[in-house]
């Protein structure tokens, strides 16, 4: 079976069917502000039925359609969600409680997504999972992921506009688990990632999609990790490192890609449910999440106002006049050994995150001074989200981060010296008290004036640059095959030149750079950021 289009699946499972929509629709953005960004709501089962103009997906006609205890089974999940938590049944709970109301990071990814003018900056961000051994069978792939549906409620939420709210919604798992055949030849499975992140979610089902991509050509033979082996556009710094413009093993391996909207899930979340999906068994307090938050003390709120108001400063950087931003993006990606990056943050005292910052900060900065002026002498204003996620709310629905702007070393600098300075802009976020703070914060706010700050940050003479960090500590194995790569698929919204996203998994580094097209020359920032890390791990005049 082919991965059949989302939008144009008829969610049998549940009752909920969904409508053919045309190219230009988009999600609905209805939902006031004034809703509060905690507190539980009630639980409304969705009565949305566009069953007139619905269509199967390809192969789910009534010759080909799941058995009745495959269909029980997903209706009866949902079932379980909803009457274990409202009415204390019996069936399976969600093993967080139910979720909250949505936070204004939702509202604001879900607006913006539907506002958005180009495929490229929606808010669809993933995984590329790539495993060594046979691909997985899909059935029972769709059978592990419905085992496990009453545990992850990320899974099995959308989003209610009128009023704001996360409501249990049916995944109807023939199409929300798809398989395709990837064609053999370089480059192939890097241009079918970037039209993945184009095509749309489910909009009347909760908005995920797992698609396995299997090679056309024979699977090539196991080999042993080794992150500091050449890729195909060869080595980038000292040996040991690699750039990857296309995904190494194109199209020869099998690649499990899960796709989600940012509103459902954050980083954190959508570490959480791989690791619950394809991980050993994990308590919540197992799980790659942040630790629990401290008692705020006096003071703590005060000293943490300069972050929650300094992305509100303009500074122009990249709004250079007849140079506009297109809205078009590439999708590039870079390795290195997470070693590498640890070894940096060794001789400047600081962690892995701060060598990725100052890295990427060095590298636009060379890149500025040839192609882009107004970013080549100016501190570089960069959004970090910080993660507020407990491990209570490990697998719940929604954002727990708040995107906290930093103000990075720009202009010409020795490499030390920048990370150095990064390390001294990047402390506040370090302090779990800190943390503590913006947690407050984002629960004290109303929701309205949080959208409000947050629609005044997207204008564009105050857009910048996204980075995350992520650590997935717990190694992952897809019906028997053993995953071998994590590698990011991160979003980039209109009026932001480029975010990039790391994630550290099995001693490998993987960055995913995606980057507006109208920015000249930036297909190299990759290389410039490699090539900085290895000149922070082995710095001149280092001993050894």
Known sequence: MTAAHPRTCAARAGGVAMARFGAADRWRTGGGPGARATGCVPWRWPVELYGAGARPCPGTGPASRPGPERERMTRDTVRDLTEGTRSGGTGPAPACGPPPAPAFTDLLFDRLHGAAPHPDAGFTIGVALVLEGPAPDPDRLRERVAALLPALPALTHRLEHHPPAWVPAAPDLECHIGVERLPEGPGRLDERLAELLREPLPDDAPPWRLVLLRPEAPEAPEAPEAPGAAGPTGAAGAAGSRVVRTAPDDGARPVLVYLTHHALQDGGALISVLETLFGPPLRPSQLSVPARLPRLRPGDI?????SL????????VWNAPGRPLSGSRRLLWAELPLARLRQAGRHGDCGANDVHLAALAHAVAAWAAEEWPPAARAPLPVFVPVSLRTPEEAVLPGNRLFPVRVDLPGGPAPAARRLADTARATAPLKSVSHRAVLRRCADALPTWLQLRLARRVQRPGLTSIGSSFLLMRHRLTVDGSRVTAVRPLMFCPEHTPLTVSLIAYAGTASVCFRID??????????????????????PVGAPG
């Open 302 to 306: 005060r000293r943490g106002l300069p």
């Open 309 to 316: 108001l300094g992305g509100a400063r303009p500074h122009r």
């Open 517 to 538: 097209r109208a920015l000249p020359g930036a297909e190299s920032l990759p290389a410039r950021w490699a090539c900085a890390v290895e000149e922070l791990a082995d």
